[in-house]
């Protein structure tokens, strides 16, 4: 291989991996406060890639204004799946809560087909990121995007760290996330904290969402189904409850499928399989994940 | 009376776990909840906090119905506690157990503390503040860094009490803060629970499995058995009663 050819595939691994890493912390959040796997946050990418759609297509509204709005109507998305999805059975056993994210999941997929139609649309792209604006660097062709993504991934993480280890809120959701009751008896109000952390992650994922329809800008109804399954293996994989172990796994999961299609083209049918190769291989052999450790049961 | 409980019944589904409590508390009072193991004493507690609402019955602190409230708000209503087994936020440092319960009066919101405004500034510098004066009346201000879980026994004990201490509360429950104790560390922490109640001026409710713990410093003993009150009096009157000597003290003397 060329090392040209080397430098493409780099660029475009770590733009992918920082995308499932953005998406895991929202998988891994909730895990962490809630015991319970979200499988409904894949599928805010598309509702955040269908509102810029909208924003843009029919209401014409500036960039900024419908990225700002794709993310706030998301991360509203994610607090009321909580409060009408999650919240009323919160003291059933964790598999019904389960059942209930999965159907949450299908619900909003199926609304999706249902509102926007299921024929893929094609997403507008910004002047800076449309193909002609991709750079030549030393022989290699570059789109901005793939520069825009880790960048913007970095950015929130950094924003994400200072929320969770520096402020008051954060330190409610880690009290929260170690024990519900006694935070609770400490004077927290633990649904606001939920929500909050509800919000958060749905904020990124539609960030996520966006970008990922920046990078394949082609959307339809269930293009939040793969990349919500993979990045609930990449939290897996990194150790789920753990935000940096969600945005290794998300980058590690990334780099290794770009580059197993870049390495073994003859295998790169098998893509989308590799993720779940991972999950079972994580499970059978480091069920916690690489930064997990063992948590007590919450009852 | 600043704690009032009316005729208070908890029933898990065909287990009748309290049955007809009427419990008051004067304010300053140290009273001893006790009886033998599975006498429905920490679920007093958790009907009183909010834990579990009652299935009938009433509870009122200073005169006002809390009654199935959520947990946090009567916590903000004036009622504190700590738990039987330690339930510290192990992993966070020993001053962020203060803090969070510090935390609901805070006034500033998310995007302060993001775009560190003057107002944030000053309030997490109030707080924490306060935080080491609380730790400093316990003793554990040396080690305000360190995390929660690494503490020895009798320190987090001490910790607990101090994180319930921060919601500022009229009432403090204390869930046998003395268990795992040796006699000599046992009394020792009954000195700092009066220490702390006359301080702080609070009114207490503790629980105690052993009898001889409380009998020094509490002015009223309730003793429950199998939910139900069997007697109430000073530790003279308790430790007398023929009930009390069968259901409890009884069992320990053949013991």
Same mark, same amino acid.
């Given at each position: 291989?060329?090392?040209?050819?080397?430098?493409?595939?780099?660029?475009? +691994? &770590?733009? $992918?991996?920082? /995308?499932? =890493? @953005?998406?895991? %912390?929202?998988?891994?959040?909730?895990? *962490?406060?809630?015991?319970?796997?979200?499988?409904?946050?894949?599928?805010?990418?598309?509702?955040?890639?269908?509102?810029?759609?909208?924003?843009?297509?029919?209401?014409?509204?500036?960039?900024?204004?419908?990225?700002?709005?794709?993310?706030?109507?998301?991360?509203?998305?994610?607090?009321?799946?909580?409060?009408?999805?999650?919240?009323?059975?919160?003291?059933?056993?964790?598999?019904?809560?389960?059942?209930?994210?999965?159907?949450?999941?299908?619900?909003?997929?199926?609304?999706?087909?249902?509102?926007?139609?299921?024929?893929?649309?094609?997403?507008?792209?910004?002047?800076?990121?449309?193909?002609?604006?991709?750079?030549?660097?030393?022989?290699?062709?570059?789109?901005?995007?793939?520069?825009?993504?880790? +960048? &913007?991934? $970095?950015?929130? /993480?950094? =924003? @994400?760290?200072? %929320?969770?280890?520096?402020?008051?809120? *954060?330190?409610?959701?880690?009290?929260?996330?170690?024990?519900?009751?006694?935070?609770?008896?400490?004077?927290?109000?633990?649904?606001?904290?939920?929500?909050?952390?509800?919000?958060?992650?749905?904020?990124?994922?539609?960030?996520?969402?966006?970008?990922?329809?920046?990078?394949?800008?082609?959307?339809?109804?269930?293009?939040?189904?793969?990349?919500?399954?993979?990045?609930?293996?990449?939290?897996?994989?990194?150790?789920?409850?753990?935000?940096?172990?969600?945005?290794?796994?998300?980058?590690?999961?990334?780099?290794?499928?770009?580059?197993?299609?870049?390495?073994?083209?003859?295998?790169?049918?098998?893509?989308?399989?590799?993720?779940?190769?991972?999950?079972?291989?994580?499970?059978?052999?480091?069920?916690?994940?690489?930064?997990?450790?063992?948590?007590?049961?919450?009852? | 009376?600043?704690?009032?409980?009316?005729?208070?019944?908890?029933?898990?589904?065909?287990?009748?776990?309290?049955?007809?409590?009427?419990?008051?508390?004067?304010?300053?009072?140290?009273?001893?909840?006790?009886?033998?193991?599975?006498?429905?004493?920490?679920?007093?507690?958790?009907?009183?906090?909010?834990?579990?609402?009652?299935?009938?019955?009433?509870?009122?602190?200073?005169?006002?119905?809390?009654?199935?409230?959520?947990?946090?708000?009567?916590?903000?209503?004036?009622?504190?506690?700590?738990?039987?087994?330690?339930?510290?936020?192990?992993?966070?440092?020993?001053?962020?157990?203060?803090?969070?319960?510090?935390?609901?009066?805070?006034?500033?919101?998310?995007?302060?503390?993001?775009?560190?405004?003057?107002?944030?500034?000053?309030?997490?510098?109030?707080?924490?503040?306060?935080?080491?004066?609380?730790?400093?009346?316990?003793?554990?201000?040396?080690?305000?860094?360190?995390?929660?879980?690494?503490?020895?026994?009798?320190?987090?004990?001490?910790?607990?009490?101090?994180?319930?201490?921060?919601?500022?509360?009229?009432?403090?429950?204390?869930?046998?803060?003395?268990?795992?104790?040796?006699?000599?560390?046992?009394?020792?922490?009954?000195?700092?629970?009066?220490?702390?109640?006359?301080?702080?001026?609070?009114?207490?409710?503790?629980?105690?499995?052993?009898?001889?713990?409380?009998?020094?410093?509490?002015?009223?003993?309730?003793?429950?058995?199998?939910?139900?009150?069997?007697?109430?009096?000073?530790?003279?009157?308790?430790?007398?009663?023929?009930?009390?000597?069968?259901?409890?003290?009884?069992?320990?003397?053949?013991?």
């Amino acid at each position: 291989m060329q090392l040209s050819m080397f430098f493409q595939h780099l660029a475009n +691994a &770590v733009s $992918l991996g920082s /995308l499932y =890493a @953005l998406v895991a %912390i929202g998988y891994t959040m909730v895990y *962490g406060i809630l015991r319970l796997i979200n499988f409904a946050h894949g599928d805010l990418l598309m509702v955040a890639a269908y509102i810029v759609y909208y924003g843009r297509g029919m209401f014409h509204l500036p960039w900024p204004v419908s990225i700002v709005l794709a993310v706030a109507l998301t991360s509203g998305t994610g607090i009321i799946v909580e409060r009408a999805a999650y919240r009323p059975l919160r003291n059933s056993p964790r598999t019904t809560i389960l059942i209930s994210a999965i159907g949450v999941s299908f619900l909003v997929e199926n609304l999706g087909l249902v509102v926007f139609g299921g024929r893929p649309q094609s997403f507008p792209l910004p002047a800076m990121f449309d193909s002609g604006s991709a750079k030549e660097i030393a022989g290699v062709r570059v789109e901005n995007i793939t520069f825009v993504i880790p +960048a &913007v991934t $970095l950015l929130l /993480l950094l =924003a @994400l760290l200072h %929320i969770v280890h520096r402020t008051k809120v *954060g330190m409610a959701m880690r009290a929260v996330a170690r024990d519900f009751d006694t935070a609770g008896l400490m004077g927290i109000d633990v649904n606001r904290i939920i929500a909050v952390t509800f919000a958060i992650g749905s904020a990124l994922a539609a960030v996520g969402g966006i970008m990922w329809a920046m990078k394949f800008p082609q959307i339809n109804p269930l293009m939040g189904m793969m990349p919500g399954m993979k990045c609930f293996i990449a939290a897996v994989f990194g150790g789920i409850g753990n935000i940096l172990g969600a945005v290794i796994g998300g980058f590690l999961l990334g780099v290794a499928e770009i580059m197993i299609v870049a390495f073994l083209p003859s295998i790169s049918g098998y893509r989308d399989a590799f993720a779940f190769v991972i999950l079972i291989g994580t499970l059978l052999l480091r069920p916690t994940g690489l930064l997990g450790e063992k948590v007590a049961e919450k009852v | 009376m600043i704690l009032e409980v009316r005729e208070m019944r908890m029933q898990f589904g065909g287990l009748l776990a309290v049955d007809r409590l009427n419990l008051a508390l004067k304010q300053g009072e140290l009273v001893g909840l006790i009886g033998p193991n599975g006498a429905g004493k920490t679920t007093v507690f958790n009907v009183i906090t909010g834990v579990y609402a009652p299935t009938r019955g009433t509870i009122t602190l200073e005169g006002k119905d809390i009654t199935g409230m959520r947990p946090d708000l009567i916590t903000r209503m004036g009622i504190a506690r700590t738990f039987q087994n330690i339930r510290l936020f192990s992993r966070m440092s020993v001053i962020e157990n203060v803090l969070v319960s510090l935390h609901w009066r805070l006034r500033s919101g998310v995007f302060d503390a993001i775009l560190q405004t003057r107002k944030y500034r000053d309030e997490e510098a109030e707080m924490r503040a306060k935080a080491m004066d609380l730790l400093a009346r316990v003793n554990l201000d040396s080690v305000a860094d360190l995390p929660a879980g690494s503490l020895p026994y009798g320190s987090q004990r001490r910790l607990e009490i101090c994180r319930a201490l921060a919601t500022e509360p009229k009432v403090l429950l204390l869930d046998e803060p003395a268990a795992g104790m040796n006699p000599a560390e046992s009394i020792e922490l009954m000195k700092f629970i009066q220490k702390i109640r006359d301080e702080f001026g609070l009114t207490i409710l503790l629980i105690e499995h052993q009898m001889r713990v409380v009998m020094g410093i509490s002015e009223r003993i309730v003793v429950l058995d199998h939910g139900v009150v069997i007697a109430e009096g000073t530790p003279r009157e308790v430790s007398r009663n023929p009930r009390v000597i069968e259901a409890y003290l009884g069992v320990e003397q053949h013991a």
